[in-house]
C-alpha cells in the first residue's frame, strides 16, 4: 500500500496510460486492504499487458523508495501464466473442433451456458457536463443505485467539455445500466409506480447549495424527514428544477 500513489501516479497519470496502453480496465481505487487488489477487466491479452504495467511500475517504486524489486519474478510469472492460458484456449479449441467433426455434440453450446461464460463488455455513454451531478447522485447515491439495479460496473470519467460514463459487466447488465441512465435524462415527470407521483419546483441557482447543504446533508436530511426521493435536475441550461418522487403524502411534506 505504501506505493500504490507512485503506481496511481499524480492525478491518476500512470494509472490512465496503464489503461490506454493495455485496453484494459484498471481499478485501484479500494486502498483499505494491505496490500491493495487491485481490479483488471476486459479481453485476455489487455488484462495480461495490464498485469506486466503494474508489476513494471511496482518495481520501478520499490526502486525509488530503495527496497529490492521482484521484476525477474514477475517477468516469470507473467510468462508462465501467458503459456497456461494459451494452452488452455488451444485445448478448447481443439475440444470444439473435435466434437464439430464427431457426432455433433456442442461443447461450444455446453460452454456457452456454463456459469461464467458470458464475456465481459464494455459500452459507453456520452453525455453533456451538467448531468454528471445527475448520474452520480448525493454522495453517490444515484451511481450506486445504477450499480445495485443493473449489476454493472458503472463509471464516470468527468472531462471539462463532457461527462462519460463507462460500463462494465455481461451484454445484458451493460444493457440494463444504459436503460437506467436513459430514464434518468427523461425530462421531469411522474415516477410511473401504481400509488406514487412525481412533481417538480423551480429555485434560483443561488439556491442550490442551501437546498443542498455540506456534503449533501440538507438534502439528506429533507428526505428522511419527507420520505420522498428528491433530486437536482440541472439538464435544463436555464433554470433549476427540484424533483420530488414518492407517495403523495411524502411529496406534500418535501
Known amino acids: 500500500r505504501d506505493i500504490i500513489g ?3 501516479g499524480k492525478g491518476g497519470a500512470t494509472i490512465k496510460e496503464i489503461r490506454e496502453r493495455s485496453g484494459a480496465r484498471v481499478d485501484a481505487r479500494d486502498q483499505t486492504e ?12 489487455a488484462v495480461e499487458a495490464a498485469k506486466a504495467m503494474l508489476h ?17 519474478f514477475v ?9 497456461q492460458a494459451e494452452a488452455a484456449a488451444a485445448a478448447v479449441s481443439a475440444a470444439v473442433s473435435a466434437a464439430a467433426a464427431g457426432a455433433g455434440t456442442s461443447v461450444a ?9 458470458c464475456p465481459s463488455v464494455e459500452g459507453v455513454v456520452d453525455l453533456p457536463k451538467h448531468a454528471t451531478g445527475k448520474i452520480i447522485g448525493t454522495k453517490g447515491s444515484q451511481i ?26 455481461t451484454q445484458q447488465q451493460v444493457d440494463n445500466a444504459r436503460a437506467i441512465i436513459a430514464q434518468l435524462m427523461l425530462p421531469v415527470a411522474g415516477v410511473g409506480q401504481e400509488g406514487t407521483s412525481g412533481e417538480y419546483l423551480e429555485i434560483p441557482k443561488g439556491s442550490v447549495g442551501r437546498v443542498i447543504g455540506a456534503g449533501g446533508a440538507r438534502i439528506q436530511e429533507l428526505q428522511e424527514r419527507s420520505g420522498a ?5 440541472r439538464t435544463q441550461p436555464d433554470r433549476i428544477l427540484v424533483r420530488f418522487a414518492g407517495f403523495p403524502e411524502n411529496v406534500a411534506a418535501a
Open 56 to 72: 513494471e511500475a511496482a518495481d520501478m517504486a520499490r526502486a525509488a523508495f530503495g527496497t529490492p524489486t521482484r521484476s525477474a
Open 109 to 117: 453450446s455446453s460452454a456457452a451456458s456454463s456459469p461464467g461464460a
Open 6 to 8: 507512485r503506481i496511481i
Open 75 to 83: 517477468d516469470d510469472a507473467v510468462a508462465r501464466a501467458r503459456v
Open 144 to 169: 450506486a443505485e445504477i450499480r445495485s439495479r443493473s449489476g454493472a460496473q458503472v463509471d464516470v470519467d468527468k472531462s471539462a467539455s463532457s461527462c462519460r460514463v463507462r460500463l462494465v459487466g
Open 34 to 45: 494491505d496490500p491493495v487488489q487491485v481490479l483488471i477487466s476486459g479481453t485476455r491479452d
Open 229 to 233: 426521493k428528491i433530486d437536482i435536475d
